[in-house]
Nanobody, 120 residues
Framework: QPEFVESGGGWVQAGGSLRLPCTTS????????MGWFRQAPGKQREGIAC????????HYGDSVKGRFTISRDNAKNTVYLHMNSLKPEDTAVYYC?????????????WGQGTQVTVSS
């Protein structure tokens, strides 16, 4: 059974930065695209970044493009979300997810989430 441990969330002022690691276990991480999603209060869950199994391809949602970067270290079974120039509207619970295959075809397993709060 895939498992995920997300960390790095917390409180930050607008304009600041955070890095969210997601450490995985229970599957061969190299075989799967990995993604980050977020859900703000009263809003639907939003896909914000995805990276292919070997890290060759990345995709970003328009709301974070140019500010957030997704990366992975398969030797450490860890995926990262580097968040810069944070805005109050980035406040949400951030979820790490495994995609069904090597690309970003859609998530099949989710982490528990980590809260990020950005104050103005």
């Amino acid at each position: 059974q895939p498992e995920f441990v997300e960390s790095g969330g917390g409180w930050v002022q607008a304009g600041g930065s955070l890095r969210l690691p997601c450490t995985t276990s229970g599957f061969t991480v190299d075989y799967h695209g990995m993604g980050w999603f977020r859900q703000a209060p009263g809003k639907q869950r939003e896909g914000i970044a995805c990276i292919s199994g070997g890290g060759e391809t990345t995709h970003y949602g328009d709301s974070v493009k140019g500010r957030f970067t997704i990366s992975r270290d398969n030797a450490k079974n860890t995926v990262y979300l580097h968040m810069n120039s944070l805005k109050p509207e980035d406040t949400a619970v951030y979820y790490c997810a495994r995609h069904r295959d090597y690309a970003c075809s859609g998530p099949d397993y989710w982490g528990q989430g980590t809260q990020v709060t950005v104050s103005s």
